[in-house]
Every structure is written in C-alpha cells, then in structure tokens.
C-alpha cells in the first residue's frame, strides 16, 4: 500500500520508525543456533552438518551462527526425544536420522520397512519423490520445517560371534536396535534377541559382550571402529536405510526473514547433497574401497546371494505386513511403486 506524506517531516519519522523496525528484526537473531545430531565429523552424518552451518554463515556473511551438538546432547544422549525438542524450541535445528525421529512421526518408519529399498536408486527415489514430498508435508504440520535429505546410509548387520547367512544364524544373538519397535518386531522374528539402547550406551554394550551384535551404516562401523569392540562379522544384506533430514524447529523458523529462510533451505540442499555423496564413498559397486579396509582389518564380510536374501526377506514379511497398516497403505502403495518406477 502506498501511503502519501502531508510533509517531509512525516516522511521522515516513517522512514526512522522502518530503520527501527529491521534493526529490531536483526536484532532478534540468536548469538548461537544449536543444531543436534548423533554423531559428530568425521562421520558422513557430521560432515553433511558442519558443511550446512559453514554454507549458512558465508552466505550470510557470519549473520548467522549455527553450531552443531552431537552426541544428542541437547536431549542428554536420549536421540529418540530430538524431534519433540525440536517441536518444542528447545532445540532450534537438527540433522536428524528418520529412526530417531519416527517415535514421534511413525511415517518416516517407512525406511525401515525390511528390505523396501533394494538399492540407492530406490532410497532416491522415495526421499526425491512423492514419498519425501508427502513425508515433508507431515513433518511441518508436526512443528519442524524440514529442508533437505542427507544420508546415514543402508544399515548392515554386524555381530561378535558368527558368518550370518541365514535368518537361524540369528538366532538367540543379542542385537542392540534403535529407538524405533519395528526394529524390535524385524528381529524378533529373525529369531534373534533385540534390545533398544542409544547410540551412546551401544558402544560400551559392545565392548563389555552385553550384546553380541548391532546394525549400522558401514561409514559409522569404520568411524567408530567397531571392529576394536568385538564386531568381527560383517554381513551385507542392506535391509534398510536411514536418511537424514535437515530440520529447523517452527518457532525458530518464524524468526528468519522471507530471504534467510531460502538460504537456511539452499543451503541445506547442498549440504545434503555432499553428505550423500560422502555417505557413500567406498561402499559402491564401483568404489568398494572400505569393504576392502574393514576385511583387512581382520573382519569377515559375508555377502548373500539372492536366495539368501530372499530368506531373510521372506522371514521378514509379517512384520512388513503389519507396519505397512502403522504407516499408512496408502504412502507404503506410494513408496512401492516409486521403488518399482526407479
Ligand atoms: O544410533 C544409531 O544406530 C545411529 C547412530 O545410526 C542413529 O542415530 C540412527
């Protein structure tokens, strides 16, 4: 709206009292954002944050100041209560894995649905298809405003005690899982014994033989040298993945100006773009350059043949069944086709 001044003076008080009004705005800026996640750089998952908070200060000219807590500190190392801290404000931004998120939004369970996502292709094309759209959509009417997709990456088994290939190799094994019960469901009926820990409490549970075995992104066993915590049997069977989502509480967003907010997101897109790229250096058929590192480290890897993978996702199948009516039929019928169109 235009508005007409009777006299310079009036002008000028209205342009005093705009000065005002954006310096008030920029003052409302914090000093500091804190950013959460689990683990921090050199894992794919911390550099895919750090590269967003280093993108965002230059391109703000150091206006605005992220700082990222791993260890899920802000939530005292509980990573499952991430996203309802985020909701709440406590926490203003996270790269948060869709396992620990999905206690609050079940349909990010749909990456764990037991062997939905046969390869990359398939996990691009559910975070860059209709599924990460309508997944968005969901997670912003929870309160958090998500930007971008990153990568923890495809979770293989790994154990202290034996070659696992087939689902009766499981059997009795003491398995730490994440936060989410269909991971409890999936190897319960693997015939395995699975219990619920951070990431926090895994690595002494490792290390003291308080369970045998556990399931993670290959980048996170070279990382954490798992193989020093008795991990000596690897076996491939990419029965899930977990992206990560570049988040940032609601209330925290409101507080960006229209532009910084298309910055915080641009940049999140690049950010997500390098720590997908990283989560997936030296695991793919073309680059298998950290297999060849971890069996020269003394670890076994087992890789299974189609029938063999098929009896683990024939073992699987009744938990699949059931989640896919806690997500929803209708974005797991989504999510199949897209796995199908890849
Ligand atoms: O806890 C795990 O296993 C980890 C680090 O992969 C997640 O936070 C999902």
Redesign the pocket.
Known sequence: MMRVFKTAAGAVAAAALMVTALSAQAADYKEEYKVST??PAPFP?GLAAEKWVELVRERSDGRINMKVYPG?QLVSGD?TKEFAAMRQGIIDMAVG?T??WSPQVKELNIFSMPFLMPDYAALDALTQGPVGKELFSIIEKRGVVPLGWAE?GF?ELTNSKLDVKTPADLNGLKIRV?GSPLYLDTFTALGANPTQM??AD?QPALATGAVDG????LS?FTVAKLQNVGQKHVTLWGYVA?PLIFGVSKRVWETFTPEDQDLLRKAAVDAGVYGVEVARKGITAQDDSTLKDIEGMGVTITRLSDAERQAFVDATRGVYEKWAKEIGPDLVKTAEESVANR
Do not use: G, K, Y
């Open positions: 689990v683990v998952w899920a990573q894995s396992i620990n923890n979770r994440v951070s990431w895994a556990q399931e993670n992104p996170i977990d």
